[in-house]
């Protein structure tokens, strides 16, 4: 089994930035796709960012140019930088780890971000 344990979330002004820590325990290959997706009320739970283990990246439309992540692959900890952050980044942000091998989906808990004056 795998956790994920997020850090990081909290209230910011509209133009902040915040960072994302998750860090990935238990029976972890390291070969593991992470990243974050995002889901605010109401609203599907969506795509914010993921990154490969050799560093290949996916960034969700919404936050292409304001967010950018990264991984430590001995540390097995994901990271999210969220720049020039908006009302619209309000939601809670979970952690997400994918294996191909084990084809096997694993979710943090969530961390709330609140982007408010």
């Known amino acids: 089994q795998v956790q994920l344990v997020e850090s990081g979330g909290g209230l910011v002004q509209p133009g902040g930035s915040l960072r994302l820590s998750c860090a990935a325990t238990?029976?972890?290959?390291?070969?593991?796709?992470m990243g974050w997706f995002r889901q605010a009320p109401g609203n599907e739970r969506e795509l914010a960012a993921t990154?490969?283990?050799?560093?290949?990246?996916n960034i969700g439309t919404p936050v292409k140019g304001r967010f950018a992540i990264s991984r430590d692959n001995v540390k097995n900890t994901v990271y999210l930088q969220m720049n020039n952050l908006k009302p619209e980044d309000t939601a809670v942000y979970y952690c997400y780890a994918y294996s191909p091998i084990r084809a096997r989906t694993w979710w943090g808990q969530g961390t709330q971000v609140t982007v408010s004056s």
């Open positions: 238990g029976s972890i290959l390291g070969s593991e796709t």
């Open positions: 990154i490969t283990r050799g560093g290949s990246t």
